[in-house]
Nanobody, 120 residues
Framework: QVQLEESGGGSVQAGGSLRLSCTPSEYPTMGWFRQTPGKEREGVAALNNLGRTNYGDFVKGRFTISADNAKNTLVLQMYDLKPEDTGMYYC??????????????????WGQGTQVTVSS
């Protein structure tokens, strides 16, 4: 049974930063998704082990996805957080190397999520 574990969520004020982590990060394609109130789960960022990345349009340069191979951790660094970023953030992994898709249908394994709350 594959278990992905997220950490790093919390409560911040608008304009603040958070760093989300997910272990393990040994899969060839991994991503971060979020579910915000009233919306379906959407792709935030994805990365494959060729170094290709992909970001949701709403990210607009505020977030960075990376892999810390030494720590076997997938990281999502988030800056300039906005109240509309509030939601549950999930780590996901795909068994196969592929383009860094942002559609959840491509991912095989999921974590339980970590809550991000941004107040105005």
């Amino acid at each position: 049974q594959v278990q992905l574990e997220e950490s790093g969520g919390g409560s911040v004020q608008a304009g603040g930063s958070l760093r989300l982590s997910c272990t393990p990060s040994e899969y060839p394609t991994m991503g971060w998704f979020r579910q915000t109130p009233g919306k379906e789960r959407e792709g935030v960022a994805a990365l494959n082990n060729l170094g290709r990345t992909n970001y949701g349009d709403f990210v607009k340069g505020r977030f960075t996805i990376s892999a810390d191979n030494a720590k076997n951790t997938l990281v999502l660094q988030m800056y300039d957080l906005k109240p509309e970023d509030t939601g549950m953030y999930y780590c996901a992994a795909r068994r196969w190397l592929s383009s860094p898709f942002l559609e959840r249908i491509y991912y095989d394994y999921w974590g339980q999520g970590t809550q991000v709350t941004v107040s105005s």
